[in-house]
């Protein structure tokens, strides 16, 4: 019944439907890790991370601004992928995405599942909330899922927080994969609230983390 | 637009399962199939209550829901994605905006209410049952605190609420219940779920 003629066809054009899945998946690491991204998606956190609670129970608005981030971001990744690859499609990307899931890194497959899983989105915030909350109390908090329900720093395990000013004197020859992972997520808030923190400590005279 | 629903469908079924998984997992992954449905009703029918009991949690700091809750709620051959909305009278307006994705729909009405509310959840019954994205579901009804007095029986909600000839060429289900009898709540999401499996078997021909 089977015609190896047709089943070399089958498994060449498998091999090639895998090759092109991968090679998106190369692109959208590159969209993501790029600066414009980053800015875009800061700044559409920001805008909003306040508005987001620790509850079970979700306000109505958080769906305006799912909906708002799917049109801004998931768009903004969609038109870059056509720009490098012309004949993409998302539809059939997210299709593959079903079947490759178990390959693809943690960091991009949860980016994903934040267009279109409410709950994953809101995860997000939450964790954005965390982390700029104990920045601001002088403090990278690289397991912010852990500590949701936690306020206060004493609360915490340790190995879940590095003081700022030990960042600061140690340099990144002695940081943590956890530590290095978080400043390669929020380099750009950790230059903003580095420098305010300081200067509240230290009466205005302030260092920078080197980048 | 309809690309959108596909992404979304698609997707949705890795993140619930994962997110699931993340929230409640109690044990390893279960093969059980997944339903999105929405759970509406006027505010203090019991849709928060319900849910939350079928889902072995406490009940004693509930207060009425203003905005919406997502809930992965497991019954023994299916796990139900709820979406439960407030039923505010401020609050059911934006009620469409959460039925698209939807699979079922759980209408949570309190058999002992005023003949006002009684009315106006009769109203809202049959604005959902008619509603474009959910006429073609099937319903589950729960008349909830049949444990009060007052509370109407199921012939007399069945006749006022007009089911028989409105919902006719639908799939609905009404089954009385109170948080005080949770065996019935579940009889009735059970009879639910074969509803929502019968509809999947026939939405994929060919399979077995």
Known sequence: MEDPEVENLALSSSSDVDAEFDAVIGHIEDIIMDEEFQVLQRHFMDKYYLEFENTEENKLSYTQIFQEYVDLLEKYIEKQLIERIPSFNMVTFITSLQQHKDEISGDIFDMLLTFTDFLAFKEMFLDYRMVLLYLEWGYILTNPSQVKKEYSPESVPASFLTELKVIDQRGYKEFTLEELSFIGKHQQCLDDLTLTYYMKVNNNSHTIVPS | ?????????????????????????????????????????????????????????????????????????????????????????????????????????????????????????RNELHSALQHPQLCTLPFLILANHQDKPAARSLQEIKKYFELEPLARGQRWILQPCSVENMDAVKDGFNQFINLLEEIDQENTPGRL
């Open chain 2, 1 to 121: 637009m309809g690309q959108c629903l596909e992404l979304s469908a698609a997707l949705c079924r890795i993140g619930v399962y994962t997110c699931f998984r993340t929230l409640c997992c109690k044990g390893p992954p279960s093969p059980r199939t997944e339903y999105d449905v929405v759970c509406v009703g006027l505010t203090g029918s019991g849709k928060s209550s319900l849910l939350t009991q079928l889902c072995c949690e406490s009940t004693d700091s509930i207060i009425p829901t203003t905005g919406f809750r997502i809930k992965a709620v497991p019954f023994k051959n299916a796990i139900l994605n709820v979406k439960e909305l407030g039923g505010a009278d401020n609050i059911r307006k934006y009620w469409s905006r959460y039925y698209q994705g939807s699979q079922g729909v759980v209408f949570v009405l309190d058999s002992a209410s005023s003949e006002e509310d009684l009315e106006t959840a």
